[in-house]
């Protein structure tokens, strides 16, 4: 069960959206503390609906049918304003090591209450570096996305149609995907990578076209 310390940084979602997606991010801050005050912090005008720490303890800022401001710019299917298509998680991590086991549970209980209550499907849970790949990279080459699409709380990724297997064919596979954002070639395949095949290096490949 979460424990309850809003934010201010939040207000009403745009044009009626509800939630259709769910964003992961990592704090990349040196505690869940001081993530949460940051997160809480009216001049810092950054906010999430949820913080996990590294003990799997939960902590709410932003009610889910409101919009917290974790996505930024940022697109998917086509789609911006993410702020207001999407919930926003946040994970006590830097980036630089594994996330621990309590948190991973946490999340896949947490996940599957949210996408039970607003019938999101795997495909809508996604990454920061999925919807801002010129911009971030968080949650990282580090987390487990295996472990979630083994639970259907996260899309596994598909071969796509690789046609002449050239970059124009990537691109467009790619945004059969979701991945949308206007980005040169290279920052795409690094999001593509990262998000599906984060070991993967070296120049397009046909691997590449399974995302």
Not at 61 to 73: D, L, S
Not at 145 to 165: D, K, M, T
Not at 178 to 201: E, I, K, S, Y
């Amino acid at each position: 069960m979460a424990v309850m310390h809003p934010s201010p940084n939040c207000g009403p979602r745009r044009d009626g959206l509800l939630p259709t997606l769910v964003l992961i991010h990592y704090t990349a801050m040196g505690s869940a503390q001081a993530a949460l005050e940051r997160l809480c912090d009216p001049t810092a005008e950054v906010s999430a609906h949820y913080l996990i720490g590294a003990g799997g303890d939960v902590t709410q800022m932003v009610e889910e049918t409101a919009r917290a401001w974790h996505a930024g710019a940022g697109e998917w299917c086509g789609q911006d304003d993410i702020n207001s298509r999407s919930i926003g998680i946040e994970l006590d991590n830097r980036g630089t090591h594994p996330f621990s086991e309590p948190q991973m549970a946490a999340l896949e209980q947490l996940l599957r209450g949210i996408m039970a209550r607003w019938d999101i499907a795997p495909s809508g849970v996604i990454g920061h570096s999925d919807i801002a790949p010129a911009r971030k990279i968080d949650p990282g080459p580090r987390f487990d996305w295996r472990r979630l699409e083994r639970q259907g709380l996260a899309a596994s990724a598909v071969p796509r149609e690789v046609g002449a297997g050239d970059e124009a064919a990537f691109i467009a596979a790619a945004r059969s995907a979701g991945f949308t954002a206007d980005v040169d070639v290279a920052t795409l395949l690094a999001a593509t990578r990262l998000r599906h095949a984060p070991w993967r290096t070296g120049p397009l490949q046909r691997d590449d076209f399974t995302l």
